[in-house]
T-cell receptor, first 115, second 113 residues
Framework: AQSVTQLDSQVPVFEEAPVELRCNYS??????LFWYVQYPNQGLQLLLK??????LVKGINGFEAEFNKSQTSFHLRKPSVHISDTAEYFC?????????????FGTGTSLTVIP | NAGVTQTPKFQVLKTGQSMTLQCAQD?????MYWYRQDPGMGLRLIYY???????DKGEVPNGYNVSRLNKREFSLRLESAAPSQTSVYFC????????????FGDGTRLSIL
């Protein structure tokens, strides 16, 4: 089975500072990786995804993530955060072979940007 | 540009009442999903439907039933609501390729007293 661990439940950061949100996964098979963002009272929106190719993936709103297969990690980064980045962030995985047709989500990291 | 639409947005029930949460998508997606979101627990899959006419249990199916009415609609039913089912429920859909991301509705906030 697949599982996702988001190591930090809450991350406070000052405006214009860099941020890293950590995600580690466990799987006996190859996986695709995703980061989603959830603003208050809304559903999840896709930030970025890693399917194959370059391990550095760029997404919307200036976010990027790096896939590290040896460390089974997919950490999300942004060099300079804005107030509007305050939200809940979820890491997710799904099997590359499509078996089970399921996505597995982490428990989320609440990012608070402090003015 | 509706995407995934969930109704209702809010609902309060008494223990033992029944209710159906509705979900519809207009993206011609084959796969649809129901999740519940609880504080500190992320999203947990209740049921999913890989295509019209098929449904499968997810991680937390007990106390729920689903119906894939057609390709567009996927409903979630609570037959006898319990306080433990107080949660935010999200419907999602995705294209039939498994590397395609899921598109989410805005959620239904359900309180059971």
């Amino acid at each position: 089975a697949q599982s996702v661990t988001q190591l930090d439940s809450q991350v406070p950061v000052f405006e214009e500072a860099p941020v890293e949100l950590r995600c580690n996964y466990s799987s006996s098979v190859s996986v695709y990786l995703f980061w989603y963002v959830q603003y208050p009272n809304q559903g999840l929106q896709l930030l970025l995804k890693y399917l194959s190719g370059s391990t550095l993936v760029k997404g919307i709103n200036g976010f990027e993530a790096e896939f590290n297969k040896s460390q089974t990690s997919f950490h999300l980064r942004k060099p300079s955060v804005h107030i509007s980045d305050t939200a809940e962030y979820f890491c997710a995985v799904t099997r590359t072979d499509g078996v089970g047709n399921q996505f597995y989500f982490g428990t989320g990291t609440s990012l608070t940007v402090i003015p | 540009n509706a995407g995934v639409t969930q109704t209702p947005k809010f609902q309060v029930l008494k223990t033992g009442q029944s209710m159906t949460l509705q979900c519809a998508q207009d993206m011609n997606h084959n796969s649809m999903y129901w999740y519940r979101q609880d504080p500190g627990m992320g999203l947990r899959l209740i049921y999913y439907s890989a295509s019209e006419g098929t449904t499968d249990k997810g991680e937390v199916p007990n106390g729920y039933n689903v119906s894939r009415l057609n390709k567009r609609e996927f409903s979630l039913r609570l037959e006898s609501a319990a306080p433990s089912q107080t949660s935010v429920y999200f419907c999602a859909s995705s294209a039939d390729r498994y590397n395609q991301p899921q598109h989410f509705g805005d959620g239904t906030r359900l309180s059971i007293l």
